[in-house]
Structures are given as structure tokens and as C-alpha cells.
């Protein structure tokens, strides 16, 4: 289901990923784990087409996700719910996943 391999990510010029590569199937479920500043969250960051310069592969149902916009990446299924910072002013975690949960696209409207 999502198959990301040699995922590289920068900050300027500094390189701070160096050839990730995960796999989840169907079904699965997979946990980041890592002290802090390891990249669980550039990782997921970049996955997400949340990083300025990325560079790889990342493919979620048969669709490479790099080079793609966000909201195409969303449109797919995927989605980010950061947990360091409030998205919305006064929303908790759990409010602000129900709210991506919410405005996910219906079966009906995501792209085949």
C-alpha cells in the first residue's frame, strides 16, 4: 500500500535524511520510533509533501507521491495530524484528528 524507498530530505543545505525506505501493507500498522531529532517527523513530512527539497520515491496505491502537491496526496487517503503544535488555535489532538477525519474525501471522490 505504501512503498517508500531511498527518501532523502533536506533543510537548506543541510541533508537530514539519507535514503529512508519503509513499506506498509494493507492492514498494517507501523510505528516511528527514534529519540528526538532521529526524523520520525521529517520523515513523515516528507511523505506528505510537507518538505521543501525531497528527494526519492514514495508510492501510495500504486501512485508515486514525490513531486506531488499535499492536497493530491490527501485526495489519496493520506494524511498528516502533527502532534507537537495546535493546527488550529485551541484545538486538542484529538478534535484536530477528528476535524482531518471529517474532511477526508468519500470513497465516491477519490481518484481510481
Known sequence: ?????????????SHVLQDIGI????????????????GKTTTLKSIMG???????????????LLGQPAHRRFALGLAYVPEERRIVQGFRFGRTFASAWWHRPRRSERPS
Not at 501493507?25 to 532521529?38: F, P, T
Not at 526519492?56 to 508515486?64: L, M, N, Q, T, V
Open 50 to 64: 510537507l518538505m521543501d527539497r525531497t528527494r526519492g520515491s514514495a508510492i501510495f496505491k500504486g501512485k508515486e
Open 1 to 13: 500500500m505504501l512503498q517508500v524507498s531511498n527518501l532523502n530530505a533536506w533543510y537548506g543545505s
Open 23 to 38: 513499506e506498509v501493507a494493507r492492514g498494517e500498522i507501523v510505528c516511528l520510533i527514534g529519540r528526538n531529532g532521529a
